[in-house]
């Protein structure tokens, strides 16, 4: 155990899934590595990382490669590698009970309805990390698959793109050491009970923060789903 910690933003490769709402974990990552100069390049553990220090810690950032329902082979192999403890694991990711412009911290607790979610608990046997959830809410009406894998639209871009400001601020606020006023200062605001009559129009368009894209994403085969 070498004391760093590992920060991994949930997504699919590829441009195909590029400004997507369920990539918004992995968007936010991006944005952290750009705050930091923090070079997403180097291809291991299943998916693309960077590796720096953010508020005198060190960490590995990391965007699985995987898709979404298979998020947590990427992360099993960096925690096995490093022995990172579950304390010091930081995943970002979307939640649609969340409404739009809103974030939740939490230390623990279950996956959800999210897949990729599922997949890391399953392969960490523990719920004890810290997630920043980061709101796409309200929960849509009809074919839920269809609605995260639709494109951010321009009307939401200024909404997502002061979400993923405030997800790189909780994750810094935790890796000094500050999680309950991370937890004070979002979590309050951020309740799923809040704001749940907010709309959102889902229109296609394109957002400022773009994902890295991921070469030779594989096939969508077998047990691969993008959900």
Same mark, same amino acid.
């Given at each position: ?36 100069? =923090?070079? /997403? +390049? *180097?291809? #291991? ?6 590796? &720096?220090?953010?508020? !005198? ?40 009970? =969340?409404? /739009? +412009? *809103?974030? #939740? ?6 996956? &959800?309805?999210?897949? !990729? ?44 793109? *002061? ?65």
């Amino acid at each position: 155990m070498d004391g760093r910690w590992l920060i991994v933003g949930l997504g699919n490769p590829g441009r195909r899934y590029d400004r997507t709402w369920h990539n918004v974990g992995r968007m936010a990552v991006d944005l952290i590595a750009k705050r930091h100069g =923090i070079t /997403l +390049r *180097r291809r #291991r553990f299943g998916g693309v990382t960077g590796e &720096g220090r953010i508020a !005198g810690q060190r960490v590995l950032l990391l965007q699985p490669n995987t898709y979404m329902n298979l998020s947590g082979e990427s992360l099993i192999r960096a925690v096995s590698f490093y022995k990172i403890p579950t304390d010091r694991i930081i995943v970002l990711y979307d939640d649609y009970d =969340i409404p /739009l +412009r *809103r974030i #939740r911290i939490r230390e623990s607790g279950s996956a &959800g309805s999210h897949n !990729g979610m599922k997949s890391i608990i399953n392969h960490l046997k523990d719920q004890r990390f810290w997630r920043v959830r980061i709101g796409i809410g309200p929960r849509p009406v009809g074919d839920i698959v269809a609605f995260v894998l639709d494109k951010i639209g321009r009307r939401e871009e200024q909404d997502v793109a *002061r979400s993923l400001e405030d997800a790189a601020d909780a994750t810094e606020l935790i890796l000094r050491g500050e999680h309950q006023v991370a937890q004070e200062r979002f979590n309050r605001k951020s309740s799923p009970d809040v704001d749940e009559s907010q709309e959102k129009s889902k229109t296609a368009g394109a957002v400022a923060q773009a994902s890295v894209d991921a070469d030779g994403q594989g096939s969508e085969e077998d047990d691969r789903e993008p959900c």
